[in-house]
């Protein structure tokens, strides 16, 4: 991709996902995730309605009028994006791709997270990791996250998300809240999977953006198909005007589902679905409000 169509990509994300960030995320953004706890501020002149708990004796005796004690959140957190960049993410039949869906997912997290004076960091991985891009705060070093996910070309295809969590457990020690971004399209490796998806969870604030088509969910009746798997270039011949295989396939997908459901709740890792032509915006939102009223 050349410099100039990079720029112009990077800055049409850039003002939409922002703008997005300031006017609608951000305090949804601060009240679902907290601080790591309270530090002392200052003090100041007892008012009318302040707890006589916080009153400081000692400023009070010396001073002979009551003050308090003023607290404030230790705001400052580290924020983990671990995104899926393998091949299934060239897939989209209607709005978007899915891997552009996932890039403007990652901006608006970025964008919100340096709003709230948060740390972003990166792990792109197939099935090895690909890149990381430790936790920093700033405009330049969100605009340079965006420009990876937009250009960043991996060396492998398949996932291996078991893989990605090790990894991220190993190298982010202290704890920290992470967006594992992907289709979940793991199937090879379940079991690793969802041990360290436990392992993770004890350690850290996990979260799980699920990232799918609606054509993902059920097959057309558009008779005999051909459909190539993205990681593998295996090639399948369907015949989609059969109602057992398009109820068959359907059945897969929801029994999936249920797996992957029952999975993030054994884990305690909530999960948000993401459809790449419907607007993430609410379901986002709903997300942080259910997390702020917790």
């Not at 995320?25 to 007892?46: C, I, L, P, T």
């Not at 990894?167 to 920290?176: E, L, P, Q």
């Amino acid at each position: 991709m050349e410099t100039s169509e990079l720029l112009k990509k990077v800055r049409k994300i850039e003002i939409k996902t922002r703008g997005l960030s300031s006017q609608i995320f951000s305090g949804e953004y601060h009240s679902a995730f907290k601080g790591r706890g309270m530090a002392f501020s200052e003090v100041r002149e007892y008012q009318p309605g302040d707890d006589i708990r916080s009153i400081d004796w000692n400023v009070t005796a010396r001073l002979n009028h009551p003050y308090v004690k003023v607290f404030e959140e230790e705001r400052e957190l580290t924020v983990m994006l671990l995104v899926d960049i393998s091949a299934s993410g060239d897939f989209g039949t209607r709005q978007q791709f899915k891997k552009e869906l996932i890039t403007e997912l990652c901006a608006v997290l970025s964008f919100s997270a340096i709003q709230n004076n948060d740390k972003i960091g990166v792990i792109f991985f197939t099935d090895q990791i690909e890149k990381f891009i430790p936790p920093k705060k700033g405009k330049s070093h969100i605009l340079r996250i965006i420009r990876e996910l937009i250009e960043f070309e991996p060396e492998h295809h398949k996932t291996n998300m078991g893989e990605a969590l090790r990894y991220f457990t190993n190298v982010i020690k202290k704890r920290s809240i992470a967006f594992l971004i992907s289709d979940f399209m793991d199937f090879n490796r379940e079991k690793t999977f969802e041990d360290a998806l436990k392992i993770a969870a004890k350690k850290h604030d996990v979260v799980g953006l699920k990232i799918y088509d609606e054509r993902e969910t059920m097959l057309p009746e558009i008779g005999l198909i051909t459909i190539r798997d993205a990681e593998t270039g295996r090639m399948r011949w369907i015949d989609t005007s059969g109602k057992k295989a398009r109820n068959d396939y359907h059945a897969w997908w929801n029994a999936r589902e249920k797996y992957l459901s029952e999975l993030f709740v054994r884990s305690g890792v909530q999960r948000v679905n993401l459809r790449t032509d419907q607007n993430y915006v609410q379901p986002l939102m709903n997300f942080f409000k259910s997390r702020g009223r917790k």
